[in-house]
């Protein structure tokens, strides 16, 4: 809606001078209709615009900032911010103020193209970033990571002529280390990485097939509490919850838990494994363990899963109290 009259007629001056390329005078005009009526988002927008055309993008910010306060749903003002932000290279903060703004119109052309631009910037600057540190990585002779760092790099972009190059240098060496490593292992060493590796392919029952042999290798041998016993039992539950063998999970957590008790990953998959086959008492005493943790240790996304599983539990034993 119009503001008011005094305060429109200033920004019909203010419209007079942008359009003849007196920008300084044209934001003289919008800030004299905004101290009359700060309330009006169209006034800090053209301001805003006034500010890009002048590349004074810390003013630009501000006013953009100014225009949401005004009209949370105006969403020009979004995409006024997000292209302050991305002239300042604050990326993060563009992405967000383009979300905001998506949240308010989902089908705005100018911030879906602007994040569509911006999230193949950000994939193009990261990969770029890959490459730099997979050839530091190999002028130290850290050839493990730097092919690791490629595979990072190559999920990103896969078909990238530099990634490819490297890679053809990179592989062949690692692939000798590989060779040359795994020659050394154990037979259950050799279990569990093929274990390992058939986990990679989705092929559940094989790796679980590995695992076992690894777990009563080490048993045999009296090291059923040994880092690799551990190791062999928590790939061998994550397996098993893939399949919904909820039983499988339960036990093989049970025996990581007995040796490390305050194993998050082990307390979380329980917890969801009992909850799968209603044990819903135990899976809230494994998830309030969880959450008694160090918020540090237990990570922010298993402080909200468990939070969420908490309350879920805490409402279903509730009606299972009512119902008795």
Same mark, same amino acid.
């Given at each position: 809606m119009p503001g008011h009259p005094r305060a429109e007629a200033f920004k019909a001056d203010g419209n007079k001078y942008f359009k003849g390329g007196d920008f300084k005078a044209a934001i003289a005009k919008y800030r004299e209709a905004t101290a009359i009526d700060p309330n009006v988002p169209a006034y800090w927008s053209n301001m805003a615009a006034c500010y890009e055309k002048l590349s004074a993008y810390d003013d630009m910010e501000e006013a953009a900032r100014s225009c949401i306060k005004a009209d949370k749903n105006f969403v020009k003002g979004y995409f006024r911010l997000a292209t302050a932000l991305k002239?300042?290279? /604050?990326?993060?903060?563009?992405?967000?103020?383009?979300?905001?703004? !998506?949240?308010?119109?989902?089908?705005?052309? @100018?911030?879906?193209?602007? #994040?569509?631009?911006?999230?193949?910037?950000? $994939?193009?600057?990261?990969?770029?970033? *890959? %490459? $730099? #540190?997979c050839e530091e990585q190999t002028a130290n002779g850290d050839i493990p990571g730097a092919y690791k760092t490629l595979e990072l790099a190559s999920r990103l972009d896969a078909g990238n002529p530099d990634i490819e190059r490297m890679m053809g240098r990179v592989k062949p060496? *690692?692939?000798?280390?590989?060779?040359?490593?795994?020659?050394?292992?154990?037979? +259950?060493?050799?279990?569990?990485? $093929?274990? +390992? @590796?058939?986990?990679?392919?989705?092929?559940?029952?094989? =790796? %679980?097939?590995?695992?076992?042999?690894?777990?009563?290798?080490? #048993? $045999?041998?009296?090291?059923?509490?040994? +880092?690799?016993? %551990?190791?062999?039992?928590?790939?061998?539950?994550?397996? *098993? #919850?893939q399949i919904s063998n909820f039983?499988?999970?339960?036990? /093989?957590?049970? =025996?990581? !838990?007995? &040796? +490390?008790?305050?194993? &998050?990953? =082990?307390l979380v998959r329980r917890a969801q494994a009992f909850e799968g086959v209603e044990r819903y008492r135990f899976a809230l005493q494994d998830v309030k363990t969880v959450l008694a943790m160090p918020y540090a240790k237990v990570g922010k996304a298993n402080v909200d899963m468990c939070n969420m599983m908490q309350h879920r539990l805490n409402r279903t034993v509730q009606q299972l109290k009512s119902g008795n």
């Amino acid at each position: 809606m119009p503001g008011h009259p005094r305060a429109e007629a200033f920004k019909a001056d203010g419209n007079k001078y942008f359009k003849g390329g007196d920008f300084k005078a044209a934001i003289a005009k919008y800030r004299e209709a905004t101290a009359i009526d700060p309330n009006v988002p169209a006034y800090w927008s053209n301001m805003a615009a006034c500010y890009e055309k002048l590349s004074a993008y810390d003013d630009m910010e501000e006013a953009a900032r100014s225009c949401i306060k005004a009209d949370k749903n105006f969403v020009k003002g979004y995409f006024r911010l997000a292209t302050a932000l991305k002239a300042k290279n /604050d990326l993060e903060g563009c992405i967000k103020a383009l979300e905001s703004g !998506l949240a308010v119109d989902s089908t705005n052309r @100018d911030l879906k193209s602007m #994040k569509k631009d911006l999230t193949e910037l950000q $994939r193009g600057e990261t990969v770029a970033a *890959y %490459i $730099r #540190k997979c050839e530091e990585q190999t002028a130290n002779g850290d050839i493990p990571g730097a092919y690791k760092t490629l595979e990072l790099a190559s999920r990103l972009d896969a078909g990238n002529p530099d990634i490819e190059r490297m890679m053809g240098r990179v592989k062949p060496k *690692y692939d000798r280390m590989e060779a040359q490593r795994r020659s050394n292992l154990s037979p +259950d060493e050799v279990h569990k990485e $093929r274990g +390992d @590796d058939s986990f990679k392919n989705a092929q559940f029952e094989v =790796a %679980i097939d590995h695992y076992t042999k690894c777990i009563e290798g080490l #048993k $045999r041998r009296g090291e059923a509490e040994s +880092d690799l016993a %551990i190791k062999a039992h928590s790939n061998r539950a994550a397996c *098993y #919850k893939q399949i919904s063998n909820f039983d499988g999970v339960i036990e /093989d957590c049970t =025996a990581v !838990l007995e &040796v +490390d008790p305050e194993n &998050v990953k =082990a307390l979380v998959r329980r917890a969801q494994a009992f909850e799968g086959v209603e044990r819903y008492r135990f899976a809230l005493q494994d998830v309030k363990t969880v959450l008694a943790m160090p918020y540090a240790k237990v990570g922010k996304a298993n402080v909200d899963m468990c939070n969420m599983m908490q309350h879920r539990l805490n409402r279903t034993v509730q009606q299972l109290k009512s119902g008795n």
